[in-house]
Nanobody
Framework: QVQLVESGGGLVQAGGSLRLSCAVSGRTFGSYTMGWFRQAPGKEREFVAS????????NYAASLKGRFTISRDNAKNTVYLQMNSLKPEDTAVYYCATRRSSLTTYEYWGQGTQVTVSS
C-alpha cells in the first residue's frame, strides 16, 4: 500500500519561505515520479513540480520556476518542495502525488497540507 504524508505547511508572511515534505512508503522508487500540486479555494488543482526518483529529472510549472525547488532524499524516502519569495497567491492546499514514470496520471495522493501566505 502506497502512502504519502505531507508536512511543513503553515502561515507565512509574503516574501517568506517554507519547505514542504512528503514522506513516501510502500513504493519501489526506481521508475517512479513524484509530483507536487496545489489547489486554491475556488480554483482547480494545478501542477507545481515533479521529479523522477531515478535520475532526479525535474519539471516545473513555468510560472513557479525560480521560486520553487523540488528535491528528494533517497535515504529518507522523502520528497521536498522548497518555496521561496512566497506571495499571497501561493495560498493553497499543497498535495504530494506519485505515479509510475510510464504513466501520465498520478495514482496515489497525500492528504494535503495548507499553506497560507499573508500580505
Amino acid at each position: 500500500q502506497v502512502q504519502l504524508v505531507e508536512s511543513g505547511g503553515g502561515l507565512v508572511q509574503a516574501g517568506g519561505s517554507l519547505r514542504l515534505s512528503c514522506a513516501v512508503s510502500g513504493r519501489t522508487f526506481g521508475s517512479y515520479t513524484m509530483g507536487w500540486f496545489r489547489q486554491a479555494p475556488g480554483k482547480e488543482r494545478e501542477f507545481v513540480a515533479s521529479i523522477r526518483w531515478s535520475g532526479g529529472t525535474t519539471n516545473y510549472a513555468a510560472s513557479l520556476k525560480g521560486r520553487f525547488t523540488i528535491s528528494r532524499d533517497n535515504a529518507k524516502n522523502t520528497v521536498y518542495l522548497q518555496m521561496n519569495s512566497l506571495k499571497p497567491e501561493d495560498t493553497a492546499v499543497y498535495y504530494c502525488a506519485t505515479r509510475r514514470s510510464s504513466l501520465t496520471t498520478y495514482e496515489y495522493w497525500g492528504q494535503g497540507t495548507q499553506v497560507t501566505v499573508s500580505s
